[in-house]
């Protein structure tokens, strides 16, 4: 089975710069997050999914570049605007097509919010136990 790392580094050179970005910004923001694959893809769980990179070449992946998906994008505030609900309940993405589409400031405060959901999330289920 490949490394994350392995993973990255076999995508075509637009995709693996930047999912490589994408990869640095999650683990900087939240350096005990937990990577994992599922769906043949990095996810990066805490108490659960919260997020995933998913390049294009991977099946089920967008037909260009690379997007990163929230797990709970419903209920992230989106305040920034950037998170595409499309007809999904529950998912949401942000697209990259290009190095330079990548708002690192943005994507850390979205992050930290995802990461805030989870928490409250994991409290709600062990009041429930």
């Not at 893809?41 to 260009?64: D, E, K, L």
């Not at 990548?102 to 930290?112: A, M, P, R, V």
Request: charge should be positive; proline fraction near 5%.
């Amino acid at each position: 089975m490949k490394t994350i790392e392995e993973f990255i580094y076999d995508l075509p050179k637009d995709e693996r710069e930047i999912s490589s970005r994408l990869r640095d910004i999650i683990l900087s923001t939240a350096p005990d997050f937990e990577e994992k694959f599922s769906y043949g893809v990095p996810y990066f769980f805490r108490h659960r999914r919260i997020c995933c990179i998913w390049p294009a070449s991977s099946p089920g992946g967008p037909r260009h570049g690379v997007f990163i998906g929230f797990c709970r994008g419903n209920l992230l505030s989106n305040q920034q605007g950037v998170i595409d609900m499309g007809n999904r309940k529950r998912y949401g993405l942000i697209r990259y097509y290009d190095m330079k589409d990548i708002q690192e400031d943005i994507l850390i405060e979205i992050l930290q919010e995802a990461i805030l959901v989870d928490e409250d999330l994991a409290k709600k289920k062990r009041k429930i136990r």
